[in-house]
């Protein structure tokens, strides 16, 4: 089985000898493929859905992986039981629906859970929220797939102040190569200032909105520059 290079990295992050609970599994790839290359134990792969669960229940099948992945029914963590899980992947989402669903399923996350996050967009606001929550970023990398980036988040409980930089861009992102950091700055620098010019165009701007992006904007330059020195 192979998987794309944003769910093949996430695998990456997963310990050894982890019990895995996969949110939104949709096909079991990352579930499957952590019990194809023994990097699980035992994995639960869950879904607000029936539909997704039927395709994982297919895909576990196929790999003869029925005694050690089991797929669960469950709206977020709702159906988690405290300790079944030590790694929680969430990926593929908005950002603010994983925000929504840490903050529902918080019961189950203690000290020692990592949870390896991918969100889809808003990831500046799950930053926050994680910061804000008592969570901490320990490790954050850039994936590229074609013309698209994403970010992927390997947090645990902690304290942690953010500086803009963190919160923008990511901390810890020095296992990315410098190529791979200066396209993804590149990219937030052409999103936001697009974003920049159709307010300023726009006959009725949100100033609030404008400062923000603009704001985002100067940070996004401004490291482009300390990364070029």
């Known amino acids: 089985m192979e998987l794309s290079p944003r769910l093949e990295k996430i695998t990456t992050l997963i310990p050894k000898g982890s019990t895995l609970a996969d949110i939104g599994t949709d096909h079991a790839y990352i579930p499957v493929y952590c019990s194809k290359n023994k990097i699980t134990k035992s994995a639960l792969a869950m879904d607000l859905n029936e539909g997704p669960l039927s395709r994982a229940d297919i895909n ?35 950002g603010l629906l994983i925000r929504d669903i840490i903050e529902k399923g918080k019961t189950v996350i203690d000290d020692n859970t990592i949870l390896i996050l991918q969100p889809m967009i808003a990831p500046v606001e799950l930053r926050e929220f994680l910061y804000s929550f008592g969570f901490n970023i320990e490790d954050e990398y850039i994936v590229r797939e074609e013309d698209k980036f994403y970010n992927i988040f390997k947090v645990k409980k902690g304290d942690f102040s953010p500086s803009d930089s963190d919160l923008y861009i990511g901390k810890n992102l020095s296992k990315n190569s410098p190529d791979e950091i200066e396209a993804y700055l590149d990219y937030k620098i052409r999103v936001c200032k697009k974003i920049v010019d159709g307010m300023k165009k726009s006959d009725n701007p949100d100033v609030l909105m404008l400062k923000k992006y603009e704001a985002e904007l100067e940070i996004y330059i401004l490291s482009k520059k300390e990364l070029s020195k």
């Not at 709206?75 to 969430?90: F, K, R």
């Open 60 to 94: 576990i099948k196929k790999y003869g992986f029925e005694g050690q992945i089991k797929t669960r029914l469950s709206d977020g963590l709702s159906n988690l039981l405290p300790g079944e899980a030590d790694v929680i992947v969430i990926a593929g989402m908005g």
